[in-house]
Structures are given as C-alpha cells and as structure tokens.
C-alpha cells in the first residue's frame, strides 16, 4: 500500500523527493500518512478534495485483496 500511495503523489507534486509515507499496521487495518511540500498540498487534494478521495478510493480497492481496511491521511 505504501508504495502504491508513493507512485500516485510523485506523479501529481513538482517536488517529487520531498514525498514521504509513513505506515503503521494493526491487526485489520493500515494507516498511510503522507506527507508533501507545502507547495505540493493543492495538486494532492485537489478542488474540493476530489484527488484525495481518489488517492483514497485506489487505496482502499487494492486494500480489498487483503482484507484490511486503509486509512490515508495527508499532511504537509
């Protein structure tokens, strides 16, 4: 899952080396943080949101193969 979310920010920020994800496991469930340049925080969330859920909603459909649930939060 980490990886995944790595592919998907370097593609969308202009500062790619500055892209972090940072994962902690439990049991049912995974919690992905990502963390961006500050200049960076418009192209990952997007108007209203929208490429954040995306993120979130590519996250969550390959998370299905492990039976886990996926938590993404976004941080600069």
Same mark, same amino acid.
Do not use: F
């Given at each position: 899952?980490? =990886?995944?979310?790595?592919?998907? $920010? ?7 080396? #500055?892209? /972090?994800?940072? /994962?902690?496991?439990? =049991?049912? *469930?995974?919690? !992905? /943080? !990502?963390?961006? $340049?500050? =200049?960076?925080?418009? &192209?990952?969330?997007?108007? #209203?949101?929208?490429? $954040?859920? *995306?993120?979130?909603?590519?996250? &969550? $459909?390959?998370?299905? &193969? ?9 941080? #600069?």
């Amino acid at each position: 899952m980490k =990886e995944l979310v790595e592919v998907l $920010a370097m593609a969308l920020v202009d500062h790619p080396d #500055q892209v /972090q994800v940072a /994962q902690t496991d439990s =049991e049912r *469930a995974v919690h !992905l /943080q !990502l963390t961006v $340049a500050p =200049e960076d925080m418009g &192209k990952v969330i997007g108007k #209203q949101g929208k490429i $954040a859920n *995306a993120i979130r909603t590519i996250v &969550k $459909a390959a998370a299905v &193969k492990d039976g886990r649930r996926v938590h993404v939060d976004i941080d #600069q």
